[in-house]
C-alpha cells in the first residue's frame, strides 16, 4: 500500500519508492522530503512532497510502529493478516522455520 486510502501496490513487485531528502536552504530547521513511487499498478508515478520542522534537538515524526502488521523473520517479511495469520509478502516466499515453536493447542 503506498497511500492512507489503502490503494495496493501491482502484484508483480516491481515497485521503485525513490526519496529525496534535503534540508531547506534558507531554514536549517526544515527538513524535506520527496518521496516519488514508481509501479505498474500506477498510470503514472507518483510523487508527495513532505516537510518536518526540528524543535529543540529533535525532529518530529509519525511512529507507525504500533500498527505496522510486518514482521521480519530472518531475512524474510511476513504479514500478520486480520485474522492473525502469518502470510507470505511476496509469491513463491517460503514458509518460515517453524521447528522452535511449539505446535498449536487443538
Not at 14 to 30: A, C, G, H, Q, W
Not at 54 to 62: G, L, N, T
Request: hydrophobic residues 35%; glycine residues 4%.
Amino acid at each position: 500500500m503506498y497511500d492512507s486510502n489503502g490503494a495496493p501496490l501491482h502484484p508483480d513487485n516491481s515497485t521503485i519508492v525513490k526519496e529525496r531528502i534535503s534540508l531547506d536552504k534558507s531554514d536549517p530547521n526544515i527538513l524535506h522530503n520527496e518521496i516519488t513511487t514508481i509501479d505498474d499498478a500506477l498510470t503514472r508515478p507518483w510523487t508527495i512532497m513532505r516537510s518536518y520542522r526540528r524543535h529543540p534537538a529533535v525532529w518530529d515524526e509519525y511512529v507507525c510502529a504500533a500498527t505496522n502488521q510486518h514482521l521480519a523473520i530472518g531475512h524474510d517479511d511476513y504479514l500478520l493478516s486480520a485474522d492473525g495469520l502469518l502470510m507470505p509478502v511476496k509469491k513463491g516466499q517460503k514458509s518460515p522455520d517453524l521447528r522452535y515453536f511449539d505446535a498449536p493447542q487443538p
